[in-house]
C-alpha cells in the first residue's frame, strides 16, 4: 500500500515540526540518509548492505519517496548491467544537523533502549 503523501499543513504551531518529520517518516529513511551522509553517493547494493534488515522492496520504496522529495538525487547511467547512484541534493544535506542530533542522543540513551526491549 502506498503512503499517503502530504500536500498540504494546517499551520498551526507545529506545523513546521509536522512538515519535517513528514520528509524524513519512515522505519528506514534516517537510516539511508545517515549512510549517504556519512559515505557519500552509494549504489543501491551498497545501501542494502549497509541495512540489511530492509528488504528490497522497502529500500526501494523508501529511495523512491525521498527522492521524490528532492532530498536524494538518483543518477541513472546508461550502461548494461544498468548502474544507479544515489547522492544527497542540497535539500537532504541540509538535514545533516537533524541527523547528527539523532544519533547524538540515540547514543547517549542507547543503553534505556536496551533495557526497554528485555522488559517488554
Not at 107 to 114: C, E, I, N
Request: aromatic share 6%.
Amino acid at each position: 500500500m502506498a503512503k499517503i503523501r502530504h500536500s498540504s499543513f494546517d499551520c498551526s504551531p507545529g506545523c513546521s515540526v509536522e512538515a519535517a518529520i513528514s520528509l524524513i517518516d519512515g522505519k528506514w529513511k534516517t537510516v539511508i540518509l545517515w549512510h549517504l551522509l556519512n559515505e557519500g553517493t552509494l549504489r543501491f547494493n551498497e545501501i542494502r548492505k549497509r541495512v540489511p534488515s530492509i528488504t528490497q522492496r522497502m529500500l526501494t520504496n523508501q529511495l523512491r519517496e525521498l527522492e521524490q522529495d528532492g532530498i536524494i538525487h538518483r543518477e541513472v547511467y546508461p550502461q548494461v548491467p544498468p548502474k544507479v547512484e544515489y547522492s544527497l541534493t542540497e535539500l537532504g544535506h541540509s538535514l545533516e544537523q537533524i541527523l547528527i542530533a539523532l544519533k547524538t542522543w540515540g547514543d547517549a540513551h542507547l543503553d534505556q533502549f536496551g533495557k526497554l526491549s528485555l522488559t517488554q
